[in-house]
C-alpha cells in the first residue's frame, strides 16, 4: 500500500531544518544505502555542501548479520573526504532498532575521527533497541510491530507502509 506523504515536502523540511546545523564550507554528508544515498543526494543540493556527497554499505557491520544474512547487492562504501574533526550529517530512511545507525558509526569511525555526526533520518518509526535518536526526522511515527515502512525508489520517492502478520 502507497501512502500519501510527499517525499518532496517532507526533503524540503528536513533541509530547512538542517540548514541552522550546518557550514555548507565544511560540513559533509554521508548516505547509506540504499535509501539514505537517495535522499541525501536531494539534502546534498539542496543544501550546497561543498564537499562530495560521502556513500556507506552497512552490510559488514551488522550486529545482527548472522539473523538477517547478507543482503544481496553489497555496495563499496565511497568516503571522498577526510573524516578527522569534520561535521557529518548521515542520512538514512528509516530509523527503526538503530543498529543500521551504529554500524554505519563503526564503518565511518574506520575512516577517522569526526568532530560530531549528526542524524538525518527522513522516518523515525519508533521501536528503538539502541540509544540512537535522530536531529531531524521528517516524519515521527509510532509504528506498530507489524508495520512496515519502506522508502521505495530512486525514481520517484515514495513511502510505503505494509501491514505484516506478526507470527504465533
Given at each position: 500500500?502507497?501512502t ?17 546545523l550546518?557550514?555548507p ?11 539514505g ?51 557529518i ?36 518509526r ?19 510491530a ?9 525514481e520517484?520517492?515514495?513511502l ?9
Open positions: 500500500m502507497t500519501d506523504w510527499d517525499v518532496t515536502a517532507l526533503l524540503a523540511g528536513m533541509a530547512r531544518d538542517l540548514r541552522p550546518i557550514d564550507e565544511q560540513t559533509a554528508m554521508i548516505g547509506i544505502f540504499t535509501g544515498v537517495w535522499l541525501a543526494r536531494t539534502l546534498h543540493a539542496a543544501l550546497g555542501l561543498q564537499q562530495p556527497l560521502g556513500q556507506v554499505d552497512i552490510s559488514f557491520y551488522r550486529d545482527d548479520f548472522s539473523q538477517i544474512g547478507l543482503h544481496p547487492q553489497v555496495r563499496t562504501s565511497d568516503i571522498p573526504f577526510g573524516i578527522d574533526g569534520r561535521d550529517i548521515l542520512v538514512d530512511d528509516v530509523l527503526y532498532t538503530g543498529r543500521t545507525v551504529r554500524a554505519a558509526m563503526n564503518e565511518i569511525f574506520d575512516y577517522g575521527r569526526p568532530a560530531r555526526i549528526r542524524l538525518a533520518v527522513l522516518v523515525d519508533g521501536g528503538h533497541e539502541l540509544p540512537v535518536a535522530a536531529d531531524v526526522a521528517a516524519l515521527r511515527l509510532n509504528a506498530t507489524g508495520e512496515h515502512i519502506k522508502l521505495r525508489g530512486p520517484p520517492l515514495r510505503e507502509l505494509e501491514q505484516r502478520r506478526l507470527q504465533p
